[in-house]
């Protein structure tokens, strides 16, 4: 049985907002994209974080099973998880083994060749990840912009492999949650978000879309780790805001689940 190592950062015992019923989730360390928002910069190093085995870690999320009811299980989330993409499908092929449902957590961005040039030209992502998703019961993939260069002025890196990823998990089948920062000044706009819309109009595996709040809570990580902070003075999105982007990115998808709006 296959044994590679996952970096993790930490863990979370009893998540209730990363995929379907109480999760155990695992933080990944290492991401490439920098978003000007991100509320843990510590986890962008790549060579942070402590060693694991697949094994180890279903054994440490095992303890809390008898929680995690019929719709529970575990969460890979980051950083990003794609980073490590076959060390998360090892662990994912054991969590199978196990009967534990697995989700990822996941911006969509992995630096090309990795996905994009190959998705480009084959409409299949790299093998590690197309391995990853075949053990994948469901994902959470946040969208950080629909446009390229707002989307790397955000981020730092383009979005065409995440918009590949999205068209894959459609072609799969993959049960999805879309998720979408809403950041006024920067995601917040009209066009921006209607363009967001008829994006996700054409995928047909979206179960909820979920539009979260901008938030200044990790502005110590950042000032901790001696980084500027781009969005100083931005402040939270008005209810209404969020209200009114859910009502827009909502509009004239189809959606998996007759429960979801």
Same mark, same amino acid.
């Given at each position: 049985m296959e044994q590679q190592e996952l970096r993790?950062?930490?863990f979370e015992s009893f998540g209730s907002v990363d995929g379907p019923g109480?999760?155990?989730i695992v933080?990944?360390?290492?991401?490439?994209?920098?978003c000007a928002y991100c509320h843990n910069p510590d986890t962008w190093n790549q060579h942070g974080g402590e060693i694991w085995t697949p094994a180890a870690i279903l054994d440490r999320?095992?303890?809390?099973?008898?929680?995690w009811g019929e719709k529970g299980g575990i969460t890979v989330s980051g950083g990003e998880a794609l980073l490590q993409a076959s060390a998360v499908a090892a662990l994912f092929e054991q969590a199978h083994m196990r009967g534990i449902n697995t989700c990822l957590d996941s911006s969509g961005f992995r630096l090309p060749p990795a996905n994009t040039e190959e998705a480009n030209a084959t409409g299949k992502l790299a093998d590690d990840i197309e391995r990853l998703l075949s053990v994948t019961d469901m994902v959470l993939l946040d969208i950080k912009h629909i446009d390229p260069v707002r989307h790397k002025a955000l981020t730092g890196q383009d979005n065409a492999g995440i918009i590949a990823l999205a068209r894959r998990l459609s072609e799969l089948g993959i049960r999805t949650w879309i998720r979408?920062? /809403?950041?006024?000044? %920067?995601?917040?706009?009209?066009?921006s978000l209607r363009a967001l819309n008829s994006f996700l109009r054409t995928l047909?595996?979206?179960e909820r879309i979920e539009i979260l709040p901008y938030h200044t809570m990790g502005i110590y990580k950042w000032q901790k /780790?001696?980084?500027? %902070?781009?969005?100083?003075?931005v402040e939270p999105p008005t209810h209404?805001?969020?209200l009114e982007a859910e009502r827009i990115l909502h509009e004239g998808v189809v959606f998996l689940s007759s429960n979801n709006p």
């Open positions: 993790v950062h930490s109480i999760r155990f933080f990944l360390q290492g991401c490439q994209m920098r999320a095992e303890r809390y099973r008898s929680y979408h920062v /809403l950041v006024p000044g %920067y995601t917040d706009d009209e066009t047909e595996n979206i /780790l001696g980084i500027p %902070y781009r969005l100083e003075g209404h805001a969020v």
